[in-house]
């Protein structure tokens, strides 16, 4: 095949991007493909310049979130994602609300939450929520901007930091429990993944920092909710109308109840990224993964298949 592998991008995971897209080109070159690189700053890149950014991009980690200045936050923004022609699954995504309404309507359970603009009233809160709740940015990525209030005392705050990244905030039922997984490949959901991060909450500190969390592929489940978990990723990843690939992330309360927190149109693809190690655990390796994404994208509707435990 002869593939062209976006990265770069004018945010501050531009490094990050560079780091996993090293290790896609490595591995379609390893299978014999033909490989181009673009800089969507800076357009197509010579073997010089992928030598340079490709390779001293690797190891490197995400800045602190509160360096991400005003104009990586709007980057991020679903105007500027219409504006850059995103797939509209992935502007749907960006904007929970949306993708919340779908999922609902495809009758996958999804926490309680309202919108609203600021300030956020406790009565409110008390009233349809409950405590705690999240509260996030509508539309922001890599849990930027999210907080658990569990009091009247820290929504202000919390509501703060969300307006600082958008306009519309979430205030969302927090659902205690087990942070779950489930990556999708073509139509088919692969092993589903736990992940224990060492807060409360798996935020941007303990997806971008080594030893804050640990990924355990695949999760230890009895059959019946890992199938169910698998059930409804599908599910969720057909009401967005997603191809090729995707993760669905998930709380499964302690008694058992289970909830859709997001889709993930874009995850991460490195080789320690989560839906590499779900492909991993279904016998996919690294490289193989890379290869049958590509070859998804030039034929959509060759991945409906089973379920992978």
């Known amino acids: 095949m002869r593939v062209t592998v976006l990265t770069g991008g004018a945010t501050a995971e531009r490094a990050v991007a560079f780091a996993g897209a090293s290790q896609i080109v490595a591995s379609l070159r390893g299978r ?22 490709l390779t001293s991009a690797v190891g490197r980690e995400p800045p602190p979130v509160a360096e991400l200045d005003e104009r990586e936050r709007a980057f991020l923004s679903n105007g500027l994602a219409e504006l850059a022609e995103v797939r509209r699954a992935d502007v749907l995504c960006l904007c929970l609300h949306a993708g919340k ?49 569990k009091n009247a005392k820290g929504l202000d705050a919390a509501v703060d930091l969300a ?34 991060p060492k807060h409360e909450l798996f935020d941007y500190e303990c997806k971008y920092t080594p030893g804050m969390s640990e990924e355990i592929f695949p999760a230890k489940l009895d059959p019946k909710p890992a199938r169910q978990l698998q059930e409804l990723a599908l599910a969720a990843h057909r009401a967005l109308k997603l191809g090729g ?27 320690t990224s989560l839906l590499p190690q779900a492909a ?30």
């Not at 009233?127 to 539309?139: D, Q």
């Not at 690939?245 to 693809?269: H, K, Q, W």
Request: net charge negative.
């Open 163 to 196: 307006r600082g990244y958008d306009r519309e905030v979430m205030v969302e039922q927090f659902i205690g429990g087990r942070e779950v997984t489930v990556g999708i490949l073509g139509d088919v959901p692969l092993p589903v993944g736990e992940i224990i």
């Open 245 to 271: 690939y995707s993760r669905v992330d998930f709380r499964l309360s302690a008694e058992g109840d289970i909830f859709c927190l997001e889709a993930n149109t874009l995850p991460g693809m490195t080789r």
């Open 280 to 309: 991993r655990a279904a016998g996919i390796e690294f490289p193989e993964l890379c290869e049958r994404i590509c070859r998804l994208a030039g034929n959509p509707g060759s991945g409906r298949g089973g379920i992978t435990s």
């Open 32 to 53: 014999g493909h033909e490989v181009s690189v673009v800089d969507t700053t800076a357009g197509l890149l010579g073997r010089a310049d992928e030598e340079r950014l």
């Open 101 to 149: 309404r779908l999922f609902r309507a495809a009758g996958v359970p999804v926490p309680a939450w309202f919108m609203t603009p600021p300030p956020v009233a406790p009565e409110d809160v008390t009233t349809a929520l409950g405590w705690p709740v999240i509260v996030k940015p509508s539309r922001m990525g890599s849990s930027v901007g999210m907080t658990l209030v």
